[in-house]
Structures are given as structure tokens and as C-alpha cells.
């Protein structure tokens, strides 16, 4: 199985009104909303297009300008990743030669930063597995009986999907636990396409001997439908962060091995290196025809785009 790992920028989906997550390594969350309901720009970072930006956001483009110019040595990185159907997003940042200073372990000033980070890291594998994947309808098994043990809940689903694997070559999967309110637990797994409903189900039951399985494709039009799976298992991702963590022993979320995972680095040429993010855009352009959401960090010379809205 394979576990969260750090990619591109990230939130719940990677939305927010023509802003949202970023960094070049999943970064994103929280900041002020344009035009999307959903508020998921990173913490730290700038939706573009606000109206509150005003002055600010100004100061804060010529210092981070004034910062990049005063240095002398350091790496311009763009990196687009293409789904198809005019799914894509692109990660931009400026990394500079000196290496700041790391706090020793367990002496993290910004353990709550920390955590949200890894929190935007999971969302961020999670979204670009699922879009990779083709992944555009939802599974869910559940349990007759109330299932409280996590472990044994994560090995059900490892058995399952064995016995699923050996009927299916290459099926593909993502899955997320959830706890209901009276404890147990049961999977939100995102799969690909119509599915053999009477297998699954034979196969859950051989595993856990009463329960029941449910497939669904999002109410969305076909392009949109895996953001819509990935909109529905972030929600649930987001929950298992308020969990004990050594339940979930940092692995947030699990999917199966072999699924690719697109990823394009765009050489920066010279010229271009003082207005990195607009160089980032037109490169978007040029893949998915649009852009949609657009954030830009804060504190560092970084940033992430995608073509959806």
C-alpha cells in the first residue's frame, strides 16, 4: 500500500477562489477568499484577485522581489503535473543556496504549523493520486458489527483489496477511514468507473463475514467527477487530523502501489527567474488551456496554480 508522501501544494482539494495552497512540495490553506465557497488557501499565503489586498499585498510582492534580487545563488523550480481533460497543476518556488537553520527534534517552535503542513502534504498525495488515477467513483464498506479496532479495520481492507486484486488486474484504489460517532469504523474508498458490485460485496463479506458495501459516481458532469471524489475524501482525510495521531501512526490515508503519478519540470530560463509566478501561469496556459485557482506564499517566493475553479 502507499501511504501520503509529499508532492505539490496543498488543501482540502487544492481550491480557492483564484487562490489556494501552494509551494513547490504540497504547501496550502487558509487565506482570503475571492470567488470559491470552499476557503482552502494555505496558511500563510495570499489568494490573488481579493479586494483587501490593496497596499499590502504590494509591499509584500516588492519585498519578496527585493529578497529574490539580493540573492546571489539558489534554484528557480517549476513543476506542472497534467491529468488530462484539462486537468492540471503547476508548483513554482525559489530555493536558496544558504540552508536555514532546523530546529532539533522535539524543539519546533511551530508544532502547530508543523502539523498543518503535514496536514496539506497528505491532501495534496491524496488529491494528485486520485486524479492521476482516473478515480471517479466512490466505494464504501461498512461493518454489521460496531468495529472499533483500527487495526483490525485497516487489516479487513488490506484483505479485501487482495482478494479484489486477484479478480481484477490493476484495480486501482484510495481509501480513507472514518469513525462514527458510536466508534466504528468504516472506508470511503475512491475507484475508477462502474464497478462489479456482486464481487466487491462477495469479497468484503469473506473478509468480515456481514457488512455491506455501496458504490456511487459523484452527481457531477464526467471531467469534474474526480474533483468531486477528491472534494468528498479530503473531507474525510481533514477529519482523521483531529484523531489521535498514533492511531492513524501517520498514515492518514492508503492506496494501492503502481499508480503514476505525472510530473513535468519546466526548465526557468534566465530572463524569466524575476517574475517566476507569471512565467509559472503561461506554462499552465499552454497545458490546460485555463487557469482557475491561483495562491502565492506569503513568506517565501513560492506559489501553486491549477485549471480548475
Request: contains cysteine; proline residues 3%.
Given at each position: 500500500?502507499?501511504h501520503?508522501?509529499?508532492?505539490?501544494?496543498?488543501?482540502?482539494?487544492?481550491?480557492?477562489?483564484?487562490?489556494?495552497?501552494g509551494?513547490?512540495?504540497?504547501?496550502?490553506?487558509?487565506?482570503?477568499?475571492?470567488?470559491?465557497k470552499?476557503?482552502?488557501?494555505?496558511?500563510?499565503?495570499?489568494?490573488?484577485?481579493?479586494?483587501?489586498?490593496?497596499g499590502?499585498?504590494?509591499?509584500?510582492?516588492?519585498?519578496?522581489?527585493?529578497?529574490?534580487?539580493?540573492?546571489?545563488?539558489?534554484?528557480?523550480?517549476?513543476?506542472?503535473?497534467?491529468?488530462g481533460?484539462?486537468?492540471?497543476?503547476?508548483?513554482?518556488?525559489?530555493?536558496?543556496?544558504k540552508?536555514p537553520?532546523?530546529?532539533?527534534?522535539?524543539?519546533?517552535?511551530?508544532?502547530?504549523?508543523?502539523?498543518?503542513?503535514?496536514?496539506?502534504?497528505?491532501?495534496?498525495?491524496?488529491?494528485q493520486?486520485?486524479?492521476s488515477?482516473?478515480?471517479?467513483?466512490?466505494l464504501?464498506?461498512?461493518y454489521?458489527?460496531n468495529?472499533?479496532?483500527?487495526?483490525?479495520?485497516?487489516?479487513?481492507?488490506?484483505?479485501?483489496?487482495?482478494?479484489?486484486?486477484r479478480?481484477?488486474?490493476?484495480?486501482?484504489y484510495?481509501?480513507?477511514a472514518?469513525r462514527?460517532?458510536?466508534?466504528?469504523?468504516?472506508?470511503?474508498?475512491?475507484?475508477?468507473?462502474?464497478?462489479?458490485?456482486?464481487?466487491?460485496?462477495?469479497?468484503?463479506l469473506?473478509?468480515?463475514?456481514?457488512?455491506?458495501i455501496?458504490?456511487q459516481a459523484?452527481?457531477?458532469?464526467k471531467?469534474?467527477?474526480?474533483?468531486g471524489?477528491v472534494?468528498?475524501?479530503?473531507?474525510?482525510?481533514?477529519k482523521?487530523?483531529?484523531e489521535d495521531?498514533r492511531?492513524f501512526?501517520?498514515?492518514?490515508?492508503?492506496?494501492?502501489?503502481?499508480?503514476?503519478v505525472?510530473?513535468?519540470?519546466?526548465?526557468?530560463?534566465?530572463?524569466?527567474?524575476g517574475?517566476?509566478?507569471?512565467?509559472a501561469?503561461?506554462q499552465?496556459?499552454n497545458?490546460?488551456?485555463?487557469?482557475?485557482?491561483?495562491?502565492?506564499?506569503d513568506q517565501?517566493?513560492?506559489?501553486?496554480?491549477?485549471?480548475?475553479?
Open positions: 500500500m502507499q501520503d508522501n509529499p508532492a505539490f501544494p496543498s488543501a482540502s482539494l487544492g481550491l480557492a477562489a483564484r487562490t489556494n495552497e509551494g513547490t512540495q504540497e504547501t496550502a490553506q487558509t487565506g482570503h477568499s475571492v470567488s470559491s470552499e476557503s482552502c488557501a494555505p496558511l500563510g499565503g495570499t489568494r490573488l484577485g481579493g479586494a483587501d489586498q490593496g499590502a499585498a504590494a509591499l509584500n510582492r516588492l519585498d519578496k522581489r527585493t529578497y529574490f534580487d539580493q540573492l546571489t545563488q539558489g534554484q528557480c523550480r517549476v513543476y506542472i503535473r497534467d491529468y481533460e484539462r486537468l492540471a497543476e503547476i508548483g513554482w518556488s525559489f530555493t536558496s543556496a540552508k537553520d532546523k530546529a532539533g527534534k522535539g524543539e519546533s517552535k511551530n508544532k502547530l504549523a508543523n502539523q498543518d503542513r503535514a496536514a496539506r502534504r497528505s491532501r495534496t498525495r491524496m488529491r493520486l486520485i486524479l488515477a482516473h478515480l471517479d467513483h466512490l464504501t464498506l461498512t454489521r458489527e468495529q472499533t479496532n483500527y487495526a483490525q479495520a485497516t487489516d479487513d481492507l488490506a484483505r479485501f483489496v487482495r482478494k479484489v486484486r479478480a481484477i488486474s490493476g484495480w486501482h484510495v481509501a480513507v472514518e462514527q460517532e458510536r466508534g466504528a469504523w468504516h472506508w470511503h474508498i475512491a475507484v475508477k468507473g462502474h464497478q462489479d458490485v456482486h464481487l466487491l460485496r462477495t469479497c468484503w469473506a473478509v468480515v463475514g456481514d457488512g455491506n455501496d458504490v459523484p452527481k457531477q458532469g471531467q469534474k467527477q474526480r474533483l471524489v472534494r468528498y475524501l479530503s473531507k474525510y482525510l481533514s482523521t487530523f483531529a495521531d492511531i501512526n501517520g498514515h492518514r490515508f492508503r492506496a494501492s502501489h503502481g499508480i503514476y505525472p510530473c513535468i519540470s519546466i526548465p526557468v530560463p534566465k530572463e524569466e527567474r517574475r517566476l509566478m507569471e512565467y501561469i503561461s499552465l496556459l497545458h490546460a488551456g485555463k487557469v482557475g485557482h491561483i495562491w502565492q506564499d517565501m517566493i513560492a506559489g501553486w496554480a491549477c485549471s480548475w475553479s
